[in-house]
């Protein structure tokens, strides 16, 4: 199962790579949601996304608005991954197209059940 | 605002994050006053409904041991890499607080700086909570600052 984190922090993206990893996904990188946007309009089509939410250059709730719109018009699974918890933030993050979300800080647990959540057993 | 909540909620998030990201221990720290030589400081900014800032600081032999354990990586960390992950530490802190506080605002992006010789101020803000700590035998302070009504910014 094919993944891609989307996280400004490098090392955010090497946790969340690790423990996905333990979970038998193959994963890829992005560092903000402009360069994930690029990765999916050169045919990238993984099965779900991690998105953070707080990041420069494209935020995760623009690159989440970005992505479900064409020309990507994208179907995967998205996920925030966020510290963000105000009720009205994660429903403008619903509503503009996000499956799902995991607090920070996660666990390799935490993310395992969001996966089942959506039905993604890796 | 309870101090006494308020700081046991700073302890608690630290326990989480400590737990999620990393092999080292967290424990309540000593009088905060002057133990921590804050040789790296981070700072996330909160603006909405409640105004303020989180800040942490420590030494920069734990800010190189949390880099690492993050990185899971026994070379020594760039500077980059040790502003990524006292940054993300932060932001973390930052989130979850916000939670507690009134809402709605929004986070801004971690700043860090380091050096041994330096004062650090966020104009018009007072000290809400101090909280020190012990990670892996080493201090650190978290920090909420609050705007106080008149605070320019």
Redesign the interface.
Known sequence: MQALVIDD????R??LN?MLVELGCEVEEAANGREALDRLGHGFAPEFMLVDW?M?EMSGIEFVEAVRQPPYSSTSRLVMV?????A??VMRALEAGADEYVM????KESISEKLALLGLEP | MSMTTIEEDIREIARTIWASLFELTIEPGPDPAGAVQAEVTSLVHIDGAWQGAVVLQCEMGLATALSQAMFQSTDAPSFADVCDALGEITNMLAGNLKALLPEPSVLSLPAVARGSDYEFAVPGTTVAATVPLVSNGQPLVVRLLERTEGGGK
């Open positions: 922090s490098r090392a955010m090497l946790v690790r707080n420069p966020t510290t963000e918890t105000e009205a933030q920070k800080p996660f666990t």
